[in-house]
């Protein structure tokens, strides 16, 4: 069964940092692309960012470029995303997902950033 | 960006209903669409990619149509397991973008 497990989340202060990871099972993650979604209490579904297969090309919503940071680690199946000055508005779950087509999605991984 | 409007934002249906859901494309995606469904507190779920390929698992009375700049996806007969929020989005192009959803809600 193909699955996908956010860990790293959790409460930080404005212009705090965190490192969320994403770990996949039942299928080769370096095979696909991967991508983080986000979605604040109560919103609809944001993309994030999204990275190729080997790890060459990295893409980013406009929101996050400059603070975020998309990474992976095939060797391990796991996927990262390193969030720096973190903003009241980023509060978010956010989920990790298979593929452009974004297939299947982790539980999520909730970053409150409050002071 | 491409801008993913879908309609309605709300609707209210009852068990045994036929139900469609519209998202259009600010531009041409081709047929780069997949929807999504989302119950409260849960993870999203893939339904269908490619506008109209259905997910692996995902029941046939979940279809969806369309290329271009219009989709819909249709619940045959609405169950009670299906009242939940719908969003559709593209693929064709970085930043790839979600509609704003549709709650179905059971009248």
């Known amino acids: 069964e193909l699955q996908l497990l956010e860990s790293g989340g959790g409460l930080v202060q404005p212009g705090g940092s965190l490192r969320l990871s994403c770990a996949a099972s039942?299928?080769?993650?370096?095979?696909?692309?991967m991508s983080w979604v986000r979605q604040a209490p109560g919103k609809g579904l944001e993309w994030v960012s999204t990275?190729?297969?080997?790890?060459?090309?990295?893409y980013y919503a406009d929101s996050v470029k400059g603070r975020f940071t998309i990474s992976r680690d095939n060797s391990k199946d796991t996927l990262y995303l390193q969030v720096n000055s973190l903003r009241a508005e980023d509060t978010a779950m956010y989920y990790c997902?298979?593929?452009?087509?974004?297939?299947?999605w982790g539980q999520g991984a909730l970053v409150t950033v409050s002071s | 960006d491409i801008q993913m409007t879908q309609s309605p934002s709300s609707l209210s249906a009852s068990v045994g209903d036929r139900v469609t859901i519209t998202c259009r494309a600010s531009?041409?995606?081709?047929?780069?669409l997949a929807w999504f469904q989302q119950k409260p507190g849960k993870a999203p779920k893939s339904l269908i990619y490619?506008?109209?390929s259905l997910q692996s698992g995902v029941p046939s009375k979940f279809s969806g149509s369309g290329s271009g700049t219009d989709f819909t996806l249709t619940i045959s007969s609405l169950q009670p397991e299906d009242f939940a929020t719908y969003y559709c989005?593209?693929?064709?192009?970085?930043?790839?973008?979600f509609g704003g959803g549709t709650k179905v809600e059971i009248k």
């Open positions: 997902a298979k593929d452009l087509i974004l297939s299947p």
């Open positions: 039942g299928f080769t993650l370096k095979n696909y692309a």
């Open positions: 990275i190729s297969a080997g790890g060459s090309s990295t």
């Open positions: 531009q041409g995606i081709n047929n780069y």
């Open positions: 490619a506008a109209s």
């Open positions: 989005q593209q693929y064709h192009t970085y930043p790839l973008t």
